[in-house]
Structures are given as C-alpha cells and as structure tokens.
C-alpha cells in the first residue's frame, strides 16, 4: 500500500464522509473496478422511452447476449427423450422418478439431424408474453431461429469416463461447486487461476469496430460478472429497469439542486490523495456517460413488442434499447451481460422450474421480436450459460449438481431448428455418467461453444487462440450453429 500522505488531517476523513452521503444509496464503492461501472441511463418513469426504429443499425453491427442461468439448470428436464423407450427409461424410479414430465404435456421436436433417438421440450418453452403458445422458444426452434447444444461443460482436455474415473487427464477444479463453475464457464480457461472473461476477452479484440468508447461495448444488466472482465474494455452497468442513479441528484427538487452543486464542487475540489483524484475523476465520467446515455434514449419511440415485465423481461427489454442506440452510441460491437437466478432446485423443482422456463420462453421470444422489429434479428444472437448441469436421479422432489448441461441459441442467424454438438448417453452408471446419479461427462467444450459464437462476432481463426487458449486440444472450434 502506498503511504499516506503526509499532509493527510481529520479534514480529510470528513470528505471521505461527504463523499459516501453524496454518492447516497449507491454508497461508497469499495474498488475502483465497481466505480468504473456506475454509470448508466436514468431513471425510467411508467412508460419507459425505448430506442429509433428497424433500419437504424448498420449493416456490419453484431451483438453477443449472454443469459446466464444462474444456480445450475437442470436442463434433463429442458430436452427429454420422446421415444418410448428412451421416455420409459427417463421416467422410471431409476432414472427422473418424482421430477418426471408427464409425456403427454411435452412439446415432441424434429431436429434436422437426428441421432436415433427423438426429442422434446418441457411444456413451458412455448409460453409467450401473450399466452398464444405461437411464439414461445419451442416455435423459434421450429422456425429456425433458435438451436440446442448438446451436453456443454467445462473441460480441461476431451474427457472419458475411464480417464475421468482413472484421473488420468486434468479435470476443471471444484466441478461441483457453484462460485467455481462460473468462474470457469465465464473465463473458459478452467486450468488456470481467473483473470479476464472470454466476453471480455472478445471485447478487447473487436473494440477497434467501435468509432466511440465513451460507453463500453460491454454492458452488463445484472451487476459485476466475470464473463465481461477484459484487459482493456470495462463492463458498464446498468440495470434491469435501465437505472442507476446517484440518489443525491434525484428529483427536480430544489433540495436535489443543492445536493448536486455539493456533490460536483466536491467531485471538482483539488486534493494530493491519489485514491480520492481517481475516485472523483471516475465518478465525474460515470455521471457524464449516464447524462449522455439517458439523453440518447429518452427521446426514441418505443417497441410494439411487449415483454412479461419480470426481472428477466426488463434485463431483455433494456438491452434491446441499448441496441437500438447503437449508432448513436458510435457502437457497431456490443457484448450484453443478463443473469436470472433460482435454477438450484434441490427441492420442490417441478413448479419452480415450469415457473422459471415460462419467464425465460416468453422473454427471450420477445427480444427475438423486437430484433425483427429493428431490422437487425440476424446480427443478434442470445446464448445461455449456467454453473453446471443437474444430476439424471432424484434426490426426492428435486436434483443436485452435476455436470454437463443443454443450451440453447437464438437469432436470425442461427440455424435453427437442430441440436449441434452430442447429446448425452441418458444412462445411469453408463458411458457418460461420471458419478451413479447420471452426472454427464461433457461431450462438447465451453471452448468450443464459446469459440463458434466469438467467431461469428467477428473474432479471426488467426486470433481465437487469443481468447480460447485451450481450443486447439478439442476438435470442433466450430459448432456449425451460427
């Protein structure tokens, strides 16, 4: 730490006192990295201002959304087996047992490619904001717009079930565990301590399309991730309603007024401590980027679309306004950060889990929409994330963490209507289970997953290397998806 410094006196503490009641309910911030992200648009009122219309994006703009499915999916019960074999087996005492979909209430898919055995979805992925059942994810997946990926996970090296069970190659740490897997999903180096995201990494490498960096291309809607963490370009929040304000300069009241000449002559005061010149100089930039922002989208009509206005509809309403801005913006590169939480279901998961893909089919169908509605649905593609997949067995009304998990993409240039990469043998003790319980041994890499995506946005062969170093020990660096 550096020392202090040596005219430092009790004056000082008290602008460190001032500086926490101006800044109000976002509080002192404890780093200079959360300081970083403070800024964002302003407060939204009943009916929220949404961004220009279809036409205004540039032909060469592209958009990553990332929707991290927080607390591990149990995605067994997101794509089932509709064969009558493979479904027998699925809800046999052995296999889903209580946590078994009844078969007739689930929505029978024909991928293009098969693989011998058939397909469904839970019942809750065609709910739409409507409640039409036309618009919901499995339509997207029947009109090609939206794609499964089969059995995704952190790898170290293509694994085995008998170099799994003999320990023979390296193996992601702590597989299990909720803060680790994260980590690992998001950076995609789970061989290595943490140090940038592969969104940020991304980020770093496709910046120079950007002809403005007064706002990052990389914004995220559900606070500090480590997906977004680059070198160079910073994670910029908002949040899910498009708001983060500093309380001290709300309101049109006189009483705001002074508040806010106290806080920017306090911003503008001169002082030798390093650490407080940082903290006003970054904070007078974060109100200066939201000032601008807000500015920028509170003039634009808003969608015809409507969204469920869940925490999840919001994160998606805001980032498509975000995206809509984009020209103003001088941004034809953006990276999107969404999070829903509640997937760790050890217990009473039939209801929450219908609950949760009902909120996420309507939603992430809504944002498809409103991608049609601009004009640019083939330069967006949303992506799932989550810690792991869930365990095939039951440990009662509900499941524990495993492994290997499905996903799923959605945009105009996704080809639809599939499922890329392998889809797990569903059989407990079997070729993929790395435990008893039907914990799936991954059969497609986040590398590779992952990669498929950053090459579509733009990354070259020549530089995904840079941001998978670990691609080259798998096969596919490219799903074939997008």
């Known amino acids: 730490m550096n020392p202090k410094n040596p005219t430092f006196d009790p004056n000082r503490r008290k602008f ?5 009641a101006a800044v109000g309910a976002t509080g002192m911030l404890s780093t200079l990295a959360q300081l970083r992200m403070m800024g964002a648009v302003a407060s939204p009122d009943s009916a929220p201002a949404a961004p220009a219309r279809a036409g205004a994006l540039p032909p060469d703009y592209k958009a990553l959304v990332c929707l991290f499915l927080a607390g591990g999916n149990d995605a067994n019960n997101m794509v089932v087996p509709f ?6 087996a699925y809800s046999s005492a052995a296999g889903r047992g209580a946590i078994a979909l009844p078969r007739n209430q689930l929505l029978g898919i024909t991928p293009r490619n098969a693989d011998g055995r058939d397909w469904a979805l839970h019942s809750s992925l065609n709910s739409d904001v409507a409640n039409t059942n036309t618009t919901g994810l ?11 990926i089969g059995n995704v996970g ?3 090296v293509p694994t085995t079930k008998a170099q799994y069970t003999a320990r023979s190659v390296p193996l992601p740490p702590q597989l299990f565990s909720h803060n680790d897997q994260q980590v690992e999903w998001q950076s995609s180096v789970p061989d290595k301590p943490f140090s940038t995201g592969w969104g940020g990494r991304v980020a770093d490498l496709t910046n120079a399309f950007n002809s403005n960096n007064s706002v990052s291309m990389s914004i995220s809607l559900n606070g500090q991730n480590s997906f977004q963490v680059g070198r160079n370009i910073v994670q910029f929040a908002v949040n899910a309603s498009g708001a983060i304000s500093l309380t001290s300069a709300a309101g049109n009241n006189a009483a705001a007024g002074i508040r806010t000449l106290a806080q920017n002559d306090m911003l503008a005061a001169r002082n030798g401590n390093l650490f407080e010149t940082a903290f006003a100089g970054l904070t007078q930039n974060a109100i200066a980027d939201s000032a601008m922002l807000s500015g920028i989208l509170s003039g634009n009509p808003p969608f015809t679309t409507a969204y469920n206005l869940t925490n999840l509809g919001q994160q998606l309403r805001t980032i498509a306004r975000l995206i809509a801005a984009a020209p103003q913006l001088g941004l034809k590169r ?12 050890h217990d009473a998961q039939l209801g929450a889990h219908a609950n949760l893909f009902a909120d996420v089919s309507r939603n992430v169908a809504a944002f498809y929409r409103t991608t049609v509605e601009l004009g640019c649905a083939d330069q967006v593609s949303l992506f799932t994330s989550s810690d792991f997949g869930r365990t095939f067995n039951t440990n009662g009304d509900g499941s524990d963490h495993g492994w290997g998990s499905n996903h799923f993409v959605v945009g105009g240039a996704v080809k639809g209507g599939d499922i890329y990469g392998k889809m797990a043998d569903l059989t407990i003790r079997g070729p993929d289970d790395a435990s008893t319980r039907g914990s799936w041994i991954p059969t497609t890499s986040v590398d590779e997953y992952a990669a498929t995506l950053a090459t579509w946005f733009g990354v070259s062969g020549t530089n995904l290397p840079v941001v998978f170093p670990n691609l080259g020990r798998f096969a596919r660096p490219n799903l074939g998806f997008l």
């Open 138 to 148: 499995k339509s997207l997946f029947d009109a090609g717009q939206m794609a499964l």
């Open 83 to 88: 064969d009558t074999a493979g479904y027998n």
């Open 154 to 156: 952190t790898l170290v």
């Open 16 to 20: 460190v006192g001032q500086c926490c």
């Open 334 to 345: 953006q990276i999107f950060f969404a999070r829903i939480g509640g997937w760790d279901l």
